[in-house]
């Protein structure tokens, strides 16, 4: 199964995988560049969605409800939160830009009464995780104690020269608390853009054991396995990761071989 689908670099759309493309159940992600007053329409149907803006100023419309022109990074690497707009599924949705923009459309089943609702910076909480080398940092923009049906989401920034997604773990087993069973999406984004960084998706026995280089605007898709991330010297990862599985709950497993890297 090849896992790495591959960024287009000019037209609106910039990629797109749905639950038939990657032949799993829960997780959509798409990911859109539009240009100064180009729109994006379409419906969310039988599905959530989480609509992040990347980079740029844009207006959404979801339905009855309506936000003008937020957004406010240019550059995903910009070290602010950023605004995403969650949308309940049934809904009609249009995305006007103002200026470039660039924005990405999360999605999973959706079947509850929530209302669409703008996600601001100051409620997209920041953390730094790891140290040493394997330090990143980490914006967690549609987390399990926000409301939602299945969609967890979530965007990384890993500095050139270290590791993320690491000691690498996984998360495909329904054993709740010990681990969750979720699909799991890798919009990357590198800087400076030529660059590239190297994503390993495997299982304990192998049966899946794919490593890519993966460059700006691709998709790695995480079926099953663990899957960690690194950045070559000289350039950094941004990567946008949208989860979803049967049940809301992000718990994970580390590959027993590499579990001693953790700290004591």
Not at 37 to 53: H, K, M, P, S, W
Not at 140 to 146: G, K
Not at 159 to 177: E, I, M, V
Request: with cysteine; net charge negative.
């Amino acid at each position: 199964m090849h896992l790495l689908v591959k960024g287009k670099p000019d037209g609106q759309e910039i990629v797109n995988v749905t639950p038939q493309s990657a032949r799993w159940h829960y997780v959509g992600f798409a990911a859109y560049r539009l240009a100064q007053n180009q729109r994006l329409d379409f419906n969310t149907g039988a599905r959530e969605i989480c609509i992040v803006i990347l980079r740029g100023i844009v207006s959404v419309r979801a339905g009855d409800a309506f936000w003008s022109e937020i957004g406010e990074r240019q550059s995903v690497f910009d070290p602010i939160s950023p605004y995403s707009v969650y949308v309940p599924h049934g809904q009609k949705v249009n995305v006007t830009a103002h200026g470039d923009a660039e924005i990405a459309v999360c999605s999973a089943p959706g079947h509850g009464d929530f209302a669409a609702r703008l996600i601001e910076p100051a409620s997209a909480n920041r953390s730094v995780r790891g140290q040493g080398s394997n330090t990143r940092y980490v914006c967690d923009i549609l987390p399990q104690s926000a409301p939602a049906d299945h969609l967890l989401v979530v965007e990384v920034v890993t500095p050139a020269g270290h590791s993320s997604s690491y000691p690498p773990h996984k998360h495909d087993t329904d054993n709740l608390p010990e681990e969750s069973a979720l699909e799991e999406t890798y919009y990357h984004r590198i800087n400076p853009a030529q660059g590239f960084a190297f994503q390993r998706v495997y299982t304990d026995d192998r049966s899946l054991d794919e490593s890519m280089a993966v460059e700006n605007h691709d998709v790695v898709m995480v079926p099953r396995g663990y899957h960690p991330v690194v950045a070559p010297h000289g350039y950094d990862c941004y990567y946008l990761n949208v989860m979803a599985g049967p049940k809301r709950s992000w718990h994970f497993k580390n590959d027993p071989a590499h579990d001693w890297l953790m700290p004591r």
